[in-house]
């Protein structure tokens, strides 16, 4: 018998919520037996069509389960990925990424409205009027497998993390028309004079021309649907691992040793390897959030720095709350290289 996990094709016995992660992992996509139906995230989708009736605007994108979020070319509708469906899948989308995209009640709300506003530039073919690509570039400009935001650039609106407006102009469009539709924000108090109210200004009047009218594309086609995903999660998961994957320069050393002590008199102080392990899950998650990078691309900086500091034999000599706020200068400094050096590009 192969030393590969046993797979369980279409097996309507298989428990997920009970499932190991071993379990789960030796399954295909396509065994995945879960449904929008009646599920958090259709509550989700439901109050993004509120939204969309309250802007008047009379088309309903379609939403299907598939790998990852994405809108296809020429459809009226989007993807969001499987786990989001049943929470034992997104308890294994953390353990295996650190973090679960779109599961947060706020993050999942401007993911939605992100991706509905790609729909509808599909859907209206907006991204061929000429003003379009006055304000938000060549739709068809290829897109990048990285990016570096400018963190205080005006010319584009904040809503994902990661400045991800900046990353193509096509998800300029989505981000600005997220902000505008949603119904929480003062758009244009909050971008008043910023140059990227001229393009809360277009949706806004675009929206206006459009909303009650059919669609020039009307395709509700399911692209790549759960049920035709034929690999597992096993295979899911080392690809997404691979996507995230990051060299880091080991050019810390000097700023480690500003924070812990390598100083033979310290030789009784407690060891840094087990002080950084204890705040590692706090770190990646303080960094995350504030830089937009992804957590595991944090998480493998900090499994270097921990490997680091037991080669250098470093011991923690000050309060730990000092530690702390040191650990994220450094972790700040090291991160600012990749903002520079680009942002690994997902799909959105």
């Known amino acids: 018998m192969s030393g590969r996990a046993r797979r369980a094709p279409n097996n309507p016995s298989i428990n997920l919520q009970d499932a190991s992660d071993e379990t789960l992992l030796g399954l295909r996509l396509s065994d995945l037996a879960v449904r929008l139906?009646?599920?958090?995230?259709?509550?989700?989708?439901?109050?993004?069509?509120?939204?969309?009736?309250?802007?008047?605007?009379?088309?309903r994108p379609h939403v299907w389960l598939s790998e990852e979020f994405f809108t296809p070319d020429r459809t009226l509708g989007f993807a969001i990925p499987f786990y989001l469906a049943h929470p034992r899948l997104m308890r294994l989308e953390r353990s295996q990424m650190l973090e679960c995209e779109g599961a947060g009640e706020s993050e999942s709300r401007r993911i939605l409205r992100h991706e509905a506003g790609h729909a509808l530039d599909e859907?209206?073919?907006?991204?061929?009027?000429?003003?379009?690509?006055?304000?938000?570039?060549?739709?068809?400009?290829?897109?990048?497998?990285?990016?570096?935001?400018?963190?205080?650039?005006?010319?584009?609106?904040?809503?994902l993390a990661g400045w991800y407006a900046q990353s193509h102009p096509v998800e300029d469009f989505a981000e600005t028309f997220a902000v505008w539709l949603n119904p929480?924000?003062?758009?244009?108090?909050?971008?008043?004079?910023?140059?990227?109210?001229?393009?809360?200004?277009?949706?806004?009047?675009?929206?206006?021309?459009?909303?009650?009218?059919?669609?020039?594309?009307?395709?509700?086609?399911?692209?790549?649907?759960?049920?035709?995903?034929?690999?597992?999660?096993?295979?899911?998961?080392?690809?997404?691992?691979?996507?995230?994957?990051?060299?880091w320069p080991a050019n810390y050393d000097q700023g480690m040793r500003r924070i812990f002590s390598d100083d033979p008199k310290d030789a009784g102080a407690p060891l840094a390897t087990r002080y950084l392990r204890r705040v590692r899950g706090l770190l990646r998650t303080r960094i995350a959030e504030g830089t937009g990078i992804p957590a595991y691309v944090i998480d493998q900086l900090l499994r270097q720095m921990i490997a680091r500091a037991q080669s250098l034999g470093l011991r923690v000599v000050e309060p730990p709350e000092i530690t702390m706020e040191k650990l994220l200068v450094l972790l700040t400094l090291q991160t600012a290289g990749v903002l520079h050096e680009g942002l690994p590009k997902v799909s959105l």
Not at 124 to 147: I, M, V, W
């Open 123 to 159: 859907a209206y073919a907006l991204h061929t009027r000429p003003r379009y690509r006055q304000l938000f570039g060549n739709p068809h400009k290829p897109y990048p497998t990285s990016y570096s935001p400018r963190v205080d650039s005006r010319a584009h609106v904040v809503n």
């Open 37 to 59: 139906d009646n599920t958090l995230m259709a509550r989700r989708i439901a109050r993004l069509y509120r939204e969309l009736a309250a802007r008047n605007i009379v088309v």
């Open 184 to 247: 929480y924000t003062d758009w244009r108090a909050s971008y008043k004079n910023w140059p990227a109210l001229a393009k809360l200004e277009f949706v806004d009047e675009v929206m206006r021309e459009i909303a009650d009218r059919s669609p020039l594309i009307d395709n509700k086609a399911e692209v790549e649907p759960l049920a035709c995903l034929g690999h597992t999660l096993k295979e899911h998961y080392a690809a997404k691992r691979a996507h995230f994957a990051w060299t």
